[in-house]
């Protein structure tokens, strides 16, 4: 059975920053990249970022120079680290098992259960 565990969300102040981790267990069929999506309030889910197996990533306009992933393949183990932290980033986080190459990504159906992150003062 395929898991995916997101972790290390929560309250941030506006220029601050955080960083998400997603734990993956299971063989997942199929995957070479694993991705970062959000959805805010009333919003569609939108792609933050992703990263392939060989390291290759790919961000979302939006978070592109403030956000970076990373991966641990020791530890099946994704992260999302989030500079800059702006009250427009609060949203669910979400983990994704998909495809892709360094200029796109797909994903597939493998969903974390998500994160809360909340940037206010």
């Known amino acids: 059975q395929v898991q995916l565990v997101e972790s290390g969300g929560g309250l941030v102040q506006p220029g601050g920053s955080l960083r998400l981790s997603c734990t993956v267990s299971?063989?997942?069929?199929?995957?070479?990249?694993m991705g970062w999506y959000r959805q805010a309030a009333g919003q569609q889910r939108e792609m933050v970022a992703a990263?392939?197996?060989?390291?290759?990533?790919h961000y979302g306009d939006s978070v592109r120079g403030r956000f970076t992933i990373s991966r641990d393949n020791s530890k099946s183990t994704v992260y999302l680290q989030m500079n800059s932290l702006k009250p427009e980033d609060t949203a669910v986080y979400y983990c994704?098992?998909?495809?892709?190459?360094?200029?796109?990504?797909?994903?597939?159906?493998?969903w974390g259960q998500g994160t809360q992150v909340t940037v206010s003062s």
């Open positions: 994704n098992a998909g495809g892709g190459s360094g200029s796109y990504y797909y994903p597939l159906n493998y």
């Open positions: 299971g063989s997942i069929v199929g995957s070479n990249a």
């Open positions: 990263i392939t197996n060989f390291g290759s990533t």
